[in-house]
């Protein structure tokens, strides 16, 4: 008879325990990326007996079977902060404390301190690669997200693309082969380096040195001795010629060439001659001196004194040498019978910026927007999987930690190897259903009144019992 008491009160513990996990649940409904626990209930080993038709058991009861965790997304709630992030799919966030301890979470709230660290509310530092913010590529293994560097470096200028249309009705203001190259006066003390009649037409574009200090590229154009072809020359500023040798009227010439219109108005030939600052003109040779399909000329603005600050600038009209011939690109200049004109122009290179906002995107990517216009790529956080990760163990502040039945970590890019992507702005709400655990809670109450009931029954058996033997 004892039995069923036994039974009943192996009920009434598990069940304890049971509600225990709900009302763990229900009091962390509101908890970011938490994950509902599920308590499960198995049968005691029975007790072996006889009976009239042969062997048989009876049940001691129940205890608790195992605790497990529904790792299910919850729903994603959108944040006023850039760096708020959630894992939409299978995978945690990786982070480490100070001693160097590794821990895992999906609560994607996390910041920078004032030491530049990424870290989450409990100010653990969030992991994940560097990235070259030129390529974009990894750098090297995992380790802590740390912002060193609260500034984008500049960046040299090596393309400059400029589209023009030169008019077709224009006169020859010069006359002769290089006339617009002699016209030029570098070392004129009143700044006038070329007369305004000397030329058809100029445009200008801005380029950065190694420093980041920007400076004035022009060229001037003037119609050649025939229709069809046009005089030009490339120059800077005489004053921040900084090439070792350049002197008197070369200061400032970068180069000298030609363009030739075929009957539609598109180049069809093209060349070019560079200038050492001293007088020294060097052609061109399309098969050997192209860069990229490009003639080049060669400012220095700093003057270093092995020629190692000197520039390579492309020369890019929208034609190209692809080997064979000079190519058009989409836009391409032209020469038409209408007023010369630039139509776009563009550089690469910057100055020196400050970081001004971070961004991140669905890889998990930390982005830097800077005051000279630039967005890097800095980081790429990291975040793992585990082949068994009902075994991790809660240690408290939204973190699990490894165990040996959970398994090493295996870390991932988001969006790689069954990883989930990241979802920028969000964090992740916890995935616990109020509806399910009130339904527990009934299932619970309505248990513990039937095995209460159980214990009553036989406490009134025993006392019959008592009663009828005394």
Known sequence: MLNGISAAISAIR?????????????????????????????????????????AAQIGRGTTLGQISQNYSSGSFEPTSSATDMAVGGTGFFIVKDSEGAEYYTRDGQFNFDKDGRFVNTSGQVV?????????????????????????????????????????????NRTGGTNALASAWDGDNTAGNHIGDNQYEYNTSIKVYDGIGSTHEITFYFDKGDNASTWEYIVANKPAEDQRLGASGDNLGLLARGTLVFDSSGAISNMAMDTNDGAGNWVAQDVTTDLTNGYFTYRPDFQGAPDGSTQMSIQFDFGTFYNGSQWAHESLSSTQHAAQSNTIYASTNGYGAGDLQSIGTNRDGVITGSYSNGEVLDLFQVAIAKFNNPQALNKIGNNLYSRTTASGDAIPGMPGTNGLGSIIPGALEQSNVDLATEAVKLIMIQRSLQANLSVIRTEDELIGDIIDIIS
């Open 14 to 54: 598990t069940l304890e325990k049971k509600l225990s996990v709900t009302a763990n649940n229900t009091a962390n409904v509101n908890t970011q990326g938490f994950k509902a626990s599920n308590a499960s209930s198995v049968e005691v080993f029975p007790q072996n007996l006889s009976t009239a038709a042969g």
């Open 127 to 171: 992991q994940g690669w560097e990235l070259d913010p030129n390529t974009g590529e990894t750098q090297g293994s995992i380790k802590d997200v740390t912002l060193t560097s609260f500034t984008s470096p500049p960046a040299e200028t090596s393309h400059g693309k400029t589209i023009i249309n030169l008019n077709a009705d224009a006169q």
